[in-house]
């Protein structure tokens, strides 16, 4: 015969001092104590509140095989008092004690702190977001503090994803084709809509780095001198090194991100990889000794003299990272090109796999459960970049000096809303301080070669923040980063 739950606990009940309780039928607990809301004990645990005020806060979580204990009988036993010392204990709100831990009367332990396993915790006074280990017990106040300020700050940039992402991956997951199908087909050819190129001028692909290498060694980039700007993405070194070509690395133009194409002129190179940082286009000369492959990984959609910039150079590239313009769902990449032959060459080397001949190849494919993200995400970017041009206003009409293009002919997208300042850690720390993240959009550490030959980019590197400006991120918000970076910058 198998007793019931409550038919276990009413023998359990009689046959020891253990009360009902709702946590768990082997949880013995004593006196009355305050325990909160949704707080979780584990088996074979104790709270003894025989004595004196024993308060666990809500949320808390108290593994197996814990005494909290008020009381203290060793100085009875022994014969130094007559009486059982009680202290009362205060556990606050969110916190977990690990399992074959003691906690002792007259301790008081902060919320948000941890005690980790096996820790005897004295009487004491433990800030919230400790850590409490061992034995003797080591306090560190603040420990989780960080973490969990940087957890609940307001972010420098996230994917904007809804409903119809949601419902165009579900509906390639439930056509039973997800690898590389027609979605990625329909993707390509409405990317060639959005550059007005024919059909099959693009091919996507797994991402941005991906594109990159493939663009370099379409244009036969082994062992060529490949002009990069020190001021970019790792990504630029690693495809030049994947294709085995050698970087001639360019500062940037003074006080803008990109590189000036005119600044070439005195520098050999067979092909220059041309970014356009933070969504401001680059022009490319028509005539130059060179070839160009665009890199518009942060400027989809950008235009110079009227045209959508990725096709000024040989070949253009593009980024559907999580946090790009926009994503095919966390990685994705595509390369577009007038030049079909070229186009074709990259669409031969994707398509690694049941051919004919033994040429190398490699699996470069975009799935069509990305595609599909991709679609929606193509159809909505018009949307997202006025949203975003909105909040770079804010920004810009509350006196921020803030990095745009030279020319009234190059029409940025706000991809990153870069502020000038003196003091870039100071202002990341007071926003920090406000709930924001914001960061340096290039470190001096990510520069691809740090050198005083390369002083526009350092400069940008030492005295610029970049600011949160992404679709879902609210107007108010925004006014209030813009006062507390118009007060520090
Ligand atoms: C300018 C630039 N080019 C290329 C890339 C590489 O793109 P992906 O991250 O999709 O590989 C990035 C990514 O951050 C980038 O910023």
């Known amino acids: 015969m198998n007793p019931t739950q409550e038919e276990f606990q009413g023998w359990f009940s009689r ?19 305050e325990i909160g809301e949704n707080v979780y004990i584990g088996g074979l645990s104790e709270v003894n509140a025989k004595g004196a005020r024993v308060v666990i806060g809500d949320h808390s979580d108290i593994a197996s095989f814990v005494a909290i204990n008020c009381a203290d009988s060793h100085r009875k036993c022994i014969g130094l008092s007559d009486n059982v010392e009680c202290r009362d204990i205060t556990i606050e709100d969110h916190v977990f004690i690990g399992s074959h831990s003691v906690i002792k009367g007259g301790a008081h332990i902060g919320h948000h702190s941890v005690v980790a396993a096996g820790t005897i915790v004295d009487p004491c006074e433990a800030p919230p977001y400790s ?53 990625v087909e329909a993707f390509e050819n409405e990317l060639c809509r959005f550059f007005n190129i024919p059909d099959g001028h693009a091919v996507a692909v797994s991402s941005g780095s991906a594109a990159l290498y493939l663009a370099l060694w379409a244009l036969d980039g082994k062992k060529k001198r490949i002009g990069l700007p020190v001021y970019s993405c790792a990504a630029l ?51 130059r000794n060179f070839k160009v492959i665009e890199d518009i990984a942060q400027s989809l959609g950008a235009m110079v003299s009227g045209e959508r910039i990725g096709l000024q150079g040989e070949v253009g590239i593009c980024s559907f990272y999580a946090t790009k313009l926009i994503t095919t769902g966390g990685q994705g990449g595509a390369v577009i090109s007038k030049n079909k032959a070229l186009i074709d060459k990259i669409r031969d080397y994707r398509e690694f796999d049941c051919r004919d001949d033994s040429k190398l190849r490699f699996n470069f494919q975009m799935t069509d459960v990305q595609a599909a993200i991709g679609r929606v995400q193509l159809k909505r970017l018009p949307e997202f970049l006025k949203k975003r041009e909105q909040l770079f206003q804010i920004y810009s009409t509350a006196g921020l000096e803030l990095l745009k ?22 202002l990341i720390k007071i926003l920090c ?54 007060e520090y910058s």
């Not at 293009?405 to 100071?426: F, G, L, N, Q, W």
Request: glycine share 6%; charged share 20%; hydrophobic share 40%.
């Open 15 to 33: 046959l020891t001092d253990f009360k009902q309780n709702r946590f768990h039928p082997l949880v013995w607990i004593n006196g009355e104590p």
């Open 131 to 183: 850590l409490i280990i061992g034995n003797p017990m080591v306090v560190k106040p603040g420990y989780y503090l960080p973490k969990l300020k940087e957890k609940s700050l307001i972010p420098h940039n996230l994917p904007t994803l809804g409903s119809e992402e949601q419902a165009a991956a579900i509906r390639v997951l439930q056509s039973n084709w997800v690898a590389q199908g027609s979605e």
């Open 237 to 287: 070194r690693n495809a030049v090194g994947m294709v085995d070509g050698t970087p001639v690395y360019l500062d940037c133009g003074e006080g803008s991100p990109n590189i000036n194409i005119k600044d070439t002129d005195n520098t050999e190179i067979d092909i220059l990889i041309a970014p356009s940082m933070f969504g401001i286009p680059v022009c490319v000369p028509e005539t």
């Open 405 to 426: 293009p030279s020319t009234p002919s190059h029409i940025p997208v706000r991809y990153r809303a870069v502020v000038r300042c003196s003091d870039p850690m100071a």
């Open 433 to 486: 301080e406000n709930g924001i993240r914001a960061i340096i959009p290039v470190e001096e550490r990510e520069l691809l070669e740090v050198s005083i030959q390369y002083p526009h980019s350092l400069a940008l590197a030492h005295k610029t923040v970049s600011l949160p400006v992404y679709p879902s991120l609210q107007k108010e918000v925004v006014e209030r980063i813009a006062r507390i970076a118009k």
